[in-house]
């Protein structure tokens, strides 16, 4: 068995029972192909709940900073974690994040860039709409609702793939794009409540 999916069972294990993770929406996940999730950012815990919510193997992009302390810099490569330089265009990143998309992979994002201190839905930066038009993934949006509160219920939805087809035949901006996707993360937690 690989690391990835050890690390995915003993967290869904420790999770699930905690959080009560109820799943919505599996059926709208493409079983294959590249695919690029994107989530809203409440919790710490956020990527490991898309981790074992997602019904195929994602990669992340994670701070830098983490990948120096010294535990998580030997686990985070193992579990289809690579870092991304933050406040600057990290082409490196950007070159990782569209080279696993064109391999068929999963890509998972949180397009505000940082967690939302209120849980309200923040403004998404540029690099969500970067990957959704430099690539020919299909987009799936996410949304994480509900308190991270022991024995609530914390709900993962994911919606239908947005057909960007249009879009990158327009030509519209990265930045408009992301625009396009934060609207239907907006439409997934206006629906849950």
């Known amino acids: ?18 959080y009560r993770v109820r799943t919505i929406g599996k059926e709208n996940f493409p079983k294959e192909g590249g695919v690029l999730i994107c989530s809203n950012h409440i919790n710490n815990l956020d990527p490991p709940i898309v981790g074992i919510t997602c019904p195929r193997d994602i990669h992340f992009m994670a701070k830098e900073e983490l990948f ?31 080279s696993l998309l064109k391999e068929g992979e999963v890509l998972g994002l949180f397009p505000e860039g940082t967690r939302s201190k ?36 914390l709900r993962v939805v994911y919606g239908k793939p947005i057909d960007f087809t249009e879009h990158r035949e327009n030509k519209i901006s990265a930045d408009e794009a992301t625009k396009i ?9 206006s629906a849950s409540k």
């Open 181 to 189: 996707i934060m609207e239907e993360i907006r439409v997934l937690i």
């Open 118 to 153: 209120s849980g309200e839905l923040g403004e998404g930066l540029g690099g969500a709409g970067f990957f959704a038009l430099r690539s020919n993934a299909q987009v799936v949006p996410c949304a994480i609702i509900g308190p991270y509160k022991a024995f609530g219920q």
């Open 68 to 98: 120096h302390a010294p535990v998580l810099k030997e686990i985070l490569p193992r579990v289809n974690v690579f870092p991304v330089k933050r406040g600057m265009s990290d082409r490196e990143a950007l070159r990782k994040g569209l």
């Open 1 to 18: 068995m690989k690391f990835y999916t050890f690390g995915k069972n003993v967290v869904k294990l420790v999770l699930s029972p905690i």
